[in-house]
Nanobody
Framework: QVQVVESGGGLVQTGGSLRLSCVGSGTSFSGFTMGWYRQVPGKQRELVAVITSDGSSNYADSVKGRFTISRDNAQNTVYLQMNSLKSEDTAVYYC?????????????WGQGTQVTVSS
């Protein structure tokens, strides 16, 4: 069974830091684009950061300069280092693994991890 599992969420004060981890199992994710998304109640899920299989990364404007996405293919893991956290970063954070190969799209989502930033 292929799956991704997030961890590392929690409660942190404004200005603090957290590191989220997403561990994949069931297949190698080295060829996948890995992404972090977040969602708050009543709003659509939004892209936070993405890293391609060759290590290129992109970020939402709202987190540029504060968040860093990285991956360790040997550990089948992707990380999201979150610094200078703000109250508006409060959300459930989801990990996504995406690949399109031979005309077939594969998408895997984790169950989410709650991040709460208190002032």
């Amino acid at each position: 069974q292929v799956q991704v599992v997030e961890s590392g969420g929690g409660l942190v004060q404004t200005g603090g830091s957290l590191r989220l981890s997403c561990v994949g199992s069931g297949t190698s994710f080295s060829g996948f684009t890995m992404g972090w998304y977040r969602q708050v109640p009543g709003k659509q899920r939004e892209l936070v950061a993405v890293i391609t299989s060759d290590g290129s990364s992109n970020y939402a404007d709202s987190v540029k300069g504060r968040f860093t996405i990285s991956r360790d293919n040997a550990q089948n893991t992707v990380y999201l280092q979150m610094n200078s956290l703000k109250s508006e970063d409060t959300a459930v954070y989801y990990c996504n693994a995406h690949r399109r190969r031979f005309g077939r799209t594969s998408d895997y989502w984790g169950q989410g991890t709650q991040v709460t930033v208190s002032s």
